[in-house]
């Protein structure tokens, strides 16, 4: 096209400028970024959760335990299809800050319950055989370099360790990928029976269960029974959706996730707005040139073409480099695992990312122009003399 | 010789706020293919204003502006721009280059609007700065070339598309006098050899001595007569 040389010069006219301009912009949208990321990030575990689960807690806390006979007296409801129970067992390897979260299963159980997770056969049947086996995420096993056949030693305040030992030793029997994007890998899961006979207190408790209904659209009627069905018992229930508990879950660190969001979003903004004026500012200089070209016979639609480019080429240079840097880096690795298991750039965001770039360059451009061109052209060559 | 440009009743009015600003009122003037005509009268008293009439970047309130065989106050924006890109060129005061483009790229610019392609357009534009005597300065940005010379980028930028007629406002008016006279001495020749029709607007006798007729506008009117 003959008018690229044109723009391009436009471009180079003030190197430092556009140069800051651009560099501006691509900081702002590595945040935009980051900022959906860590958005998912709090969200996810609502999102991806499965309408027809059920998660079934202590109706005082979830810290509190119920008895592993539920599971028979749930499995027996109607309308309940399957039953697994979870137990929160608080791990620790080597230190506190290498959290992440581990939890006694009974494996067939768990893979009916949690088909979003793939594991493969011949891990399933390690598994099986291997008494003190786990199964780790592959968030996890990226994180600590852990492969199958290595050994990893926990120890649990919450349960202590097994009697006569000092720590409990786990071997690592398969890592497990997900079908579904947004699902948490960052955990580590063992064998209940192997928990329930090592553990030295509070043998024959679970920390929740997990149901699935038949009818999804029924889950609200089945968890009042649930709680009905447990009611002036020493461990009475509350039965809810997995989505809203895992709600309840962000909550609590919610409130810090929501002042990150408005900070970022707040600076996100601010730069967009100062990038925005500088590129409208250097339109608006050049009124009177823009007026030569109207003299000269350039239609008012090439004009505002002319500037619309240039301005969406420095937009799209900034923006464009930002999303992607940013996305690069989160599916390099997650920087933050212990913090937030899921952490990577939702492809929506890309989406909302690229088409923000395109408005701020049309916006930022269209403005000046628009405005120049409208003026007759006699007074924009006047503004001169 | 035949009439090139007819102004016939033109009136043109500002409007400032709630106050009318009236510039020419009721104003007829000719001019033939070939000539090369002086526009002088007092600041404010409407030449720019006339001169931006006649190249179409305005409309009069009242009147009719022809060239040759267009109605230039009746075009629409787009055709005005088109007849503008064939028609016109304008050279202004203060040159008005592109700073960011060397002489050669300036003066390639309105050829941009033709079909011409690459070659051809740098051709055309070697031939018209060659035209202005400035061959030696192809590659040189505005900012480093002298006002004179600067002029004669703009003189070659305005010529380059062979229009039909050269529309130049107070073209020596920010040059000393040598440079101004080279500058005039341009246009004489680009009257005299190729017959150019030229308007131009000036507050100097010395320049207007070189065109072929000059005439004065005041209080919104035309007259030929010298003022006292
Ligand atoms: N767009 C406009 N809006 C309002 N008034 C205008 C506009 N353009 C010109 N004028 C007024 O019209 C009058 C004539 O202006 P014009 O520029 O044509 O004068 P001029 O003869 O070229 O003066 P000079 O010799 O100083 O260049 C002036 O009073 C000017 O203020
Ligand atoms: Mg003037």
């Known amino acids: 096209m003959k008018y690229l040389g044109l723009i391009w010069s436009n471009l180079k006219r003030k190197k430092l400028r556009t140069t800051l301009t651009v560099l501006s912009i691509f900081v702002a949208f590595l945040l935009l970024a980051f900022l959906f990321a860590i958005k998912e990030a709090f969200t996810a575990g609502v999102r991806i959760a499965d309408a027809d689960r059920l998660i079934v807690r202590h109706k005082v806390s979830l810290i509190q335990t119920l008895p592993v006979s539920y599971a028979q007296r749930l499995a027996g409801l109607a309308g309940i299809d399957a039953v697994v129970h979870m137990t929160w067992f608080g791990g620790i390897y080597q230190e506190p800050k290498n959290f992440f979260a581990n939890m006694p299963v009974e494996p067939e159980k768990f893979y009916d319950l949690f088909p979003e997770f793939t594991l493969s056969p011949e891990a399933k049947e390690k598994w099986g055989k291997t008494r003190n086996g786990v199964i780790i995420g592959r968030a996890l096993a990226d994180r600590f370099q852990w492969k199958v056949g290595d050994r990893i030693p926990l120890t649990s305040p919450i349960w202590g360790e097994p009697e006569g030992e000092s720590v409990w030793d786990f071997e690592v029997c398969g890592i497990f990928d997900t079908s579904k994007k947004g699902a948490d890998t960052s955990g580590l899961y063992f064998r209940y029976d192997f928990f329930d006979e090592s553990r030295t207190k509070g043998k024959g408790e679970v920390g929740w269960y997990t149901v699935r209904v038949q009818n999804a659209d029924e889950a609200g009627a089945v968890a009042a029974k649930i709680d009905a069905e447990f009611a002036n018992s020493p461990f009475e229930t509350k039965a809810e959706p997995e989505g809203a508990f895992a709600a309840g879950f962000a909550q609590q660190i919610g409130d810090i996730g929501a002042i990150m969001i408005a900070v970022l979003s707040a600076v996100f903004f601010t730069i967009l707005l100062v990038a925005g004026n500088t590129m409208s500012q250097s339109v608006r200089e050049r009124t009177e040139e823009l007026g030569v070209l109207k003299a000269m016979g350039f239609t008012n639609g090439l004009i505002l073409v002319l500037v619309l480019a240039e301005s969406c080429v420095i937009a799209m240079l900034g923006g464009l480099v930002g999303l992607g840097l940013a996305w690069g880096l989160l599916q390099a690795g997650n920087p933050a695992p212990a913090l937030l298991p899921v952490f990577y750039v939702p492809d929506q965001a890309l989406i909302i990312g690229f088409v923000m770039v395109i408005a701020l360059g049309i916006i930022s451009g269209a403005m000046p122009a628009l405005a120049a061109v409208r003026l007759r052209t006699a007074e924009a060559l006047r503004r001169n003399g | ?228």
């Open chain 2, 1 to 228: 010789m035949s009439s090139l440009v007819q102004i016939k009743d033109v009136t043109k009015t500002f409007h400032r706020g709630s106050e009318d600003v009236p510039v020419l009122s009721g104003l007829n003037l000719t001019v033939a293919k070939g000539e090369f005509l002086a526009l002088m009268g007092p600041s404010g008293s409407g030449k720019s204003t006339l001169l931006n009439l006649i190249g179409g970047l305005d409309r009069p309130t009242k009147g009719s502006v022809s060239i040759g065989d267009d109605r230039v106050d009746q075009l629409s924006e787009r055709a005005l721009a088109a007849w503008r890109a064939r028609h016109v060129g304008f050279v202004f005061q203060f040159y008005n280059l592109m700073p960011v483009l060397t002489a050669l790229r300036n003066v390639e610019l309105p050829l941009l609007l033709t079909h011409l392609n690459k070659a051809q357009r740098r051709e055309h534009a070697e031939t018209a700065l060659k035209v202005v005597g400035l061959s030696h300065r192809l590659k040189h940005y505005p900012r480093t070339l002298s006002g004179g010379e600067q002029q004669r980028v703009g003189i070659a930028r305005a010529i380059v598309t062979d229009p039909t007629i050269l529309l130049c406002d107070e073209p020596t008016g920010d040059l000393d006098r040598k440079s101004g006279d080279e500058i005039l001495t341009l246009l004489q020749t680009l009257n005299q050899e190729q017959g150019k029709t030229i308007i131009m607007v000036t507050h100097d006798p010395h320049a207007s001595a070189r065109a072929t007729r000059t005439v004065h506008l005041d209080k919104g009117q035309l007259s030929t007569a010298q003022p006292e």
